[in-house]
């Protein structure tokens, strides 16, 4: 009989109310205020509220595809405030929308019958990801509808949705707005005393059409904030949560003004090829040093109260720079939470710099009017080095470095003078990514951002001299030869249960597999059947919905156990409901996709003993609004409660969290991932696995390694990219996540990187994920990487192939996901091969290397009842930011 740990009992249980208690807090605080006149917060609950939009009723909790969660309920923003006590007046307005959606959605899902005919692509798959359900355009609001409204307040909320498998578009209705939400905004700010919109969106949409309507009294980004959505939302509104949030992208003034938007996936008809032509001008590195302004910048966000940033002293010496900063709640209503932002401006030299760069950062406690805290901000001297292609070492070139406190990117005071007298090389590297890149713009000869004061603050900010001469080149050495591993004994079958009782080694162990059983082992739970069938949904039989699992094959020879991993980033996708029969066998049905919920099997056929279990977990915040917060605390807690999830329902590693760089606002997955910057990618990242982590024997999977920054094309696309712009913006963020909470998992991506795939490049999977990062957990292909993807995408004529299995075990990709026999067949005839024979020629130690990274995180996982916090098992972390506070 099947062990299931999902509940049996349909009723909410004590941690789903926790955890939306909890999610709640944390999704209000999340939440950026771009405007306000003084509207809010709403200082009355209660009495009439005019409530507008596409999002009110059909508020967007998160993205689509595997960025879902299959959470109980959904809190809408009409529902919220009504629990909050308001009385919405515009129903009538609200029913229509209704009724104009629900006969789009009859004409969508003809259409996308059809559709599912003339590409052979299941209508499911085509609505999950590369035809999903567009919303129409909203109706007018009418003359009628403000007098039947009955009060002085309006909120418009604009709702968008995007998600895996499609880019979003620069269009109306995507990340324009339509003419009629322009035309609406417009009229309810005539018509209402307050107006305020709220943008209930997974990331940038253009606000310049909203800055253009003069009467709007307040802006809020509440994000896509997950199942509580609403309740967040009145809390944030009231100001019983005050929010504070921050931007952690730059929201442009026009969508063109972004570097890469010209060639950004199809916006030139090319989506085989995408040239990262503007290196490291990602963001805020673009928009300060070509000094383009934005509509508005990276760091932003207001409060319900005013903070004053006092800089007291600043320290540096050649291991670490520290701030100490002061704020002060000045306002005399309402407390609130001020985010500490610093950012160096490195000196120009042989190799070009960005006018700043996010160093460190800090959030306050909640400070009531007129309270201070002191927050101490520390972060590593060399943190501020920069890579040379030419010396490829990352140095820190001779010179001022500025250093920078404020409260956004584009307000802050130099406080302080680094000097150092000498170029420094911090470490030497071997270049790893020669790209054929055509060009780089340069910023030479360029104006950068600045502001009146700049000059003067430099001039009366503390300087200091660092004297650096004890500070070593680190040499990084690559390790070409792996081991080979030889058998001790041919007497008795070894099995994982000698390792866990110490009698053998896991070197024993792998040295006693066969290339078959390794082979087996090397690819994940799938053995021939359909492949839509493992996709997002029933790939485990235990966790129902989990995304996949490591092979059960070897369970019963060698003890060996699978490991359950389900996807996330909002919090783990999991089949809300599932039925099996008496003697446990699990009964079809209960799998989400996009539009669609499959049904269990009939209920003629569903006999009266059958058991029926329920799996509803907590839908977070999306990424994109949790790194909103700059509260890696905050940040942490999301982890921990996903942990305890995972837990509760038996997953072993979450598929998460999505950590590539918001590089243009139209990636159709930038809400599961977090930021435009690195550094704090990084940092969000961090804190996240750490959460998860302290819980026993489980942990993420940091994806998607790397360049993976647009979905359209996504298996084939070939991401062109300097080495530069890959070390300081690319990798950076998963270089940051790996050395400071080391993630039991990191997931290749489906594209090509400079001609290569991911999946199969050992520069980047082991070169610089092992060699130089010390990276110990195991390496996993994204789904179906390996295999023809004809099925999801259609027959397309393809300019690059997929990638390929042996390869990926050539490269140091452990596990191959979810996979398929034809892996295992591919991986064992490559191993056989003779050199020389055909392309693809695999040694037994390189196999074995793969096997033993599984295995050593299987054995360290929650397979084992004993099983540790991961983390734990790891010494001292090398790169942290300390606060004090
Ligand atoms: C996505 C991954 C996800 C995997 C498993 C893929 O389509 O790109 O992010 O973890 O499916 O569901």
């Not at 992208?249 to 990262?276: G, I, Q, R, V």
């Not at 150092?420 to 340069?442: A, T, Y």
């Not at 695999?842 to 290397?849: A, M, V, W």
């Amino acid at each position: 009989m099947k062990k299931y740990k999902a509940l049996k009992n349909h009723e909410m249980s004590l941690m789903e109310k926790e955890h939306m208690e909890i999610v709640r807090k944390m999704a209000a605080e999340c939440m950026v205020l771009l405007e306000n006149d003084g509207v809010l917060p709403l200082t009355v609950s209660g009495g009439n509220i005019a409530l507008y939009g596409n999002g009110a009723r059909r508020t967007v909790k998160g993205g689509t595809g595997s960025g879902d969660v299959n959470s109980r309920t959904v809190i809408n923003i009409e529902h919220g405030l009504e629990k909050a006590g308001f009385n919405i007046t515009t129903k009538s307005w609200l029913d229509n929308f209704d009724k104009i959606v629900a006969s789009a959605k009859e004409a969508y899902l003809k259409e996308l019958d059809k559709l599912s005919e003339s590409t052979g692509i299941s209508a499911t798959m085509l609505s999950m990801f590369d035809y999903p359900f567009r919303e129409p355009q909203v109706p007018l609001i009418t003359k009628e509808d403000v007098d039947k409204s009955d009060t002085d307040t309006a909120i418009y909320v604009i709702g968008r949705i995007s998600g895996e498998g499609k880019d979003r578009c620069c269009q109306e209705g995507d990340y324009l707005l339509y003419a009629n939400e322009i035309e609406n905004i417009k009229f309810i700010s005539e018509k209402y005393k307050k107006c305020i919109v709220l943008l209930n969106t997974g990331g940038v949409i253009d606000t310049k059409a909203l800055k253009s309507i003069r009467g709007i009294n307040a802006i809020m980004y509440v994000g896509q904030a997950g199942n509580i959505t609403g309740l967040a939302v009145a809390d944030a509104l009231l100001g019983i949560t005050a929010p504070s949030g921050k931007l952690a992208d730059t929201w442009a003034l026009d969508y063109w003004d972004y570097p890469s938007s010209k060639s950004f996936s199809l916006n030139d008809d090319n989506d085989d090829d995408e040239y990262y032509t503007e290196g490291i001008y990602v963001g805020y590195r673009y928009f300060d040093t070509f000094n383009v302004t934005p509509s508005y910048c990276f760091g932003y966000g207001k409060s319900y109260t005013e903070f004053e940033i006092k800089t007291i002293d600043i320290t540096a010496d050649s291991d670490v720079i520290s701030l100490t900063v002061k704020v002060t709640n000045t306002g005399n209503r309402y407390s609130g939470k001020e985010v500490v932002q610093v950012y160096y401006s490195a000196p120009k030299g042989d190799i070009e710099k960005p006018y700043q760069e996010l160093a460190a950062f800090a959030k306050t406690k909640l400070l009531a009017p007129g309270e201070s805290q002191v927050l101490v901000i520390e972060y590593k001297l060399t943190s501020m080095a920069s890579y040379s292609e030419k010396k490829a070492a990352w140095i820190m070139e001779a010179g001022e470095y500025l250093i920078r406190v404020g409260n956004s990117s584009r307000n802050t005071r130099v406080e302080g003078v680094i000097v150092i007298n000498r170029d420094l090389i911090i470490s030497k590297h071997e270049n790893l990514f020669r790209s054929d890149l055509p060009f780089e713009i340069s910023s030479k000869g360029k104006q950068p951002y600045s502001y009146p004061t700049q000059e003067h603050e430099k001039k009366s900010a503390k300087r200091i001299i660092v004297d650096v001469t004890n500070i070593n080149t680190e040499k990084i050495v690559y390790k070409r030869e792996k081991p080979i591993y030889c058998n001790k004994s041919n007497d008795r079958k070894f099995t994982m249960d000698d390792v866990m009782a110490g009698n053998i080694s896991l070197e024993d162990l792998v040295a006693q597999l066969t290339v078959e059983e390794m082979a087996n082992l090397c690819v994940g739970s799938k053995r021939g059947e359909k492949e839509e069938q493992s996709i997002i949904g029933n790939a485990s039989n235990i966790v129902p919905g989990a995304a996949g699992d490591t092979t059960s094959l070897l369970s019963s020879d060698r003890k060996i156990p699978n490991m359950i991993m389900a996807d996330g980033p909002a919090g783990l996708r999991l089949n809300p409901h599932f039925i099996t029969d008496a003697d446990g066998n699990l009964l079809s049905g209960g799998e989400v996709f996009g539009e669609f919920r499959l049904e269990s099997e009939s209920n003629e056929e569903i006999s009266d003993d059958a058991v029926h279990y329920y799996q509803y977990c907590t839908a977070l915040p999306v990424a994109s609004l949790l790194a909103s917060s700059w509260d890696m605390d905050l940040i942490e807690k999301a982890g921990d409660l996903v942990g305890k999830e995972m837990l509760q329902f038996g997953v072993t590693l979450w598929l998460a969290p999505g950590m590539n760089i918001h590089r243009n606002p139209l990636c159709g997955r930038n809400f599961e991932y977090y930021s435009e910057d690195p550094l704090f990618t990084g940092m969000c990242a961090s804190a996240i696995t750490k959460g998860v982590q302290k819980h026993p024997g489980i942990g993420t999977t940091i994806k998607h390694f790397a360049a993976n920054n647009q979905e359209n094309n996504r298996f084939y696309s070939n991401s062109h990219v300097s080495e530069r712009a890959l070390r300081e913006i690319y990798l950076k963020g998963f270089e940051i996540a790996v050395k400071t909470s080391q993630p039991m998992a990191v997931m290749s991506s489906y594209n090509l990187l400079n001609g290569v795939h991911t999946a199969n490049s050992y520069e980047l999977l082991t070169s610089l994920l092992r060699d130089e990062w010390g990276f110990k957990g195991l390496v996993m292909t994204d789904w179906f990487a390996t295999h023809n993807t004809d099925f999801l995408t259609g027959k397309k004529e393809r300019k690059y192939p997929a990638s390929s299995s042996p390869l990926c075990i050539k490269a140091g990709n452990d596990l191959i996901m979810p996979g398929g026999q034809k892996d295992v067949d591919e991986i064992i005839r490559a191993v056989y091969k003779e050199e020389g024979e055909g392309t693809y020629k695999i040694t037994l130690e390189e196999l074995q290397y793969c096997a033993l990274n599984i295995l050593r995180i299987i054995l360290q996982s929650s397979c084992y009842e004993n099983a540790k916090p991961y983390i734990e098992q790891f010494g001292e972390l090398p790169w942290v930011i300390r606060v004090n506070n």
